[in-house]
C-alpha cells in the first residue's frame, strides 16, 4: 500500500510539474526574464570593471564605492561585490539557461583569477593598475578611515577576513564544475593549497596570510597572525575544503577538515566563552582598537552551534561534551533588566575573569588624533558596532537537546563526510552549499511586478540613501578630544569612513540589483520545478 502512495504521488508531482502556466503566470515570467537580462546587460556592459564589480556608483560613475570609496581602476570581492556577482549570474543562469549570464560569470571569474595573489589568496579588493596605485590609495583613503582599521594599512598579502579567499576560491571551484572546465584549474588548485598551507598546525587559521607583524597601532599588536573566528574565518576555511572534498574527492582534504573542527574544542575557555581571536599562545587577545581581549557572546553561540554541526558530521560525542559549558556561560551573562533597551539580548564583550560587561566608546574628531577606550559604562555607545547583540541561548539548548536524543544513525544520515557509494544521477561534479542559506524567499505576483515596474529606461534599479563617503582631502587636524563624534558612523570631514547619504541622491546598488535578481530567478524556479 505504502509502495502505491508513494507511486501516486509521484505521478501527481509529474503531472503538475508539466501542466502549462496560466497565461497571465506565463506573460510574467517571459517580462521577468526579460527584466533580468536588461538588468544585467546595463551591469555587465556599464558597470563593470574588467568583469568585476563595487557596491554603489553615482549615476555618471563619477565616484564608486565598495566598504570605502574605490578608485575607477578598483573591483570589491567582498559581499556584495564580485563574488556575490558571480554566485548571481550563475543562478540566473541555471534560472533561464540563457549563456548571457554564464558569460558575465566567466567574466567575473577572469577578474578574480586576475587579482589572486602569488600564493593563491586574495585582498579585499583589486586594482587593476597594479600594487603602485593600491599603494597610494592605502596611504590617503584607507588611512584615513577612522573605524575602519583593516585597510589603514597596505600588507601585500592576502586576508580570510569577510570571507574574502574562502568564497573567492568557492566560485571558482563552483565556475569549474559548471562545465568540468579545465580554464579554472590552476587558480582553483592555487587557492586551495593557500588555503591548505596557511592553517596553523593546531589547526586554526589566520585573519592574513602570508603572516606579517608590521601594522601596531596605539599600542595594539598586530593581530592578523592570531587564531581568527571573526567574521567565521575557520568556519568559511573548513566549509570550503569539505565542498572540496565533495566535489573533487581527495583524502588530502580531511586532515585539516579535522584539524580545523579539533581547533573549535581546543580554543574554548574553561568556562564556555570564547573570544573572536586568540594569540599564539592559545589567549583571548584583541584586534583593532575597538575590540578589546573579552570574551563574546555573538561568537560563543556561533562556535557551540558549529560544535553541534561537526557532531553531526562526524558522530563524535567529543564535540558536544562541552557545549553545555557555552549555554551555562550565555545564561550567565545575559544583561540585566535595566541594560536592556531591545537591542541585544548580551554585551558585545564581556570582561575575563568577572563576567562583566564591557562597552567601547571612542573619542576625538578623526582617525589621527581620535581614539577608543573601554568601560563598564552603558552609555553612548559606538554607532558603528554594536554594544549590544541579540543571542538566541533557547535555539542553542534546543538544538543540543534534538541531537543528544537521536541515535548516531540519524545524527550523520546527512553527513558530508560519511564514506558511502555516491548512488545519485550523474557524478558528484555538481556545487553543494553546506551552510543551506541560499535566498529562497518566495516572491508574489505583485513583488515581481514592482521589481519589473521599478527599473528605470537604461536598466537601472536605483536606490537613495546609499553608503558613501567624504572625498579624500587629507589627514585630520582636530586635536581636541571631543565627544561630538562618539555614537556616529564617521567622524569630521577627513574621515574616509562610509555612512548613509542622508540625501535623495540616487545610486547604483550592486545589492540591490543582487536582491531583485534573486527575487525574479525563485519566481522563476517556483514557476518551472524542472530548474535547478
Known sequence: ??????????????????????????????????????????????????????????????????????????????????????????????????????????????AIIWGQSHEGGWNYMIDFAGDKSLKQWYNTIGKNGWRLEEFQHYYGNSTFDDDITSNAARFLLRMYVEKLDPVYKPALDKAINFII???????????????????????HPDYTSFYTFNDDVIWENIHFLIQCYQVLGEERFLDPIQRGMNFYLTSQDGCGAWGYQMNLAMETAGARTYEPAAFMPAPTFANAMLLLKFYQYTGDRKFLIHVPDAIRWLEATKLPANEFDGRGTHP??????????????????????????????????????????????????????????????????????????????????????LNKNEFSFSASEAMVKGIIHSLDIQGRWMVKHAMFSNPYIGDGQKQEPTDQYGSTSVGDETDTSPFRDPSDQEYIATPEYIRNMQLLINYLKSNNPTKK
Request: hydrophobic fraction near 35%; avoid cysteine; proline fraction near 4%.
Open 1 to 110: 500500500m505504502k509502495i502505491i502512495k508513494i507511486s501516486l504521488w509521484f505521478v501527481l508531482i509529474i503531472f503538475i510539474a508539466k501542466q502549462p502556466l496560466s497565461a497571465q503566470t506565463g506573460k510574467l515570467v517571459q517580462e521577468a526574464e526579460q527584466t533580468m537580462l536588461r538588468a544585467t546587460q546595463f551591469m555587465v556592459e556599464k558597470a563593470s570593471t574588467n568583469g568585476g564589480y563595487v557596491w554603489y556608483y553615482l549615476p555618471d560613475f563619477s565616484r564608486k564605492w565598495g566598504e570605502m570609496e574605490a578608485y575607477k581602476t578598483m573591483i570589491w570581492l567582498q559581499s556584495p561585490g564580485t563574488v556575490s556577482m558571480g554566485h548571481l549570474f550563475l543562478e540566473a543562469y541555471h534560472a533561464t539557461g540563457n549563456e548571457y549570464y554564464y558569460q558575465a560569470a566567466a567574466k567575473a571569474a577572469s
Open 197 to 219: 598551507e596557511s592553517q596553523y598546525p593546531i589547526g586554526g587559521w589566520p585573519q592574513r596570510y602570508p603572516l606579517k607583524y608590521d601594522f601596531n597601532k596605539q599600542g
Open 348 to 433: 558585545t564583550f564581556v570582561e575575563m575573569g568577572t563576567n562583566k560587561a564591557l562597552y567601547v566608546h571612542r573619542k576625538g574628531s578623526n582617525v589621527k588624533y581620535g581614539y577608543y577606550y573601554t568601560d563598564y559604562k552603558n552609555d553612548h555607545l559606538l554607532g558603528h558596532y554594536s554594544g549590544k547583540r541579540f543571542v538566541p541561548v533557547e535555539e542553542l539548548k534546543k538544538e543540543f537537546q534534538r541531537l543528544s536524543a537521536l541515535s548516531l544513525e540519524e545524527v550523520t544520515k546527512d553527513s558530508p563526510l560519511k564514506v558511502e557509494q555516491f548512488t545519485s544521477q550523474g557524478t558528484p561534479q555538481q556545487f553543494y552549499d
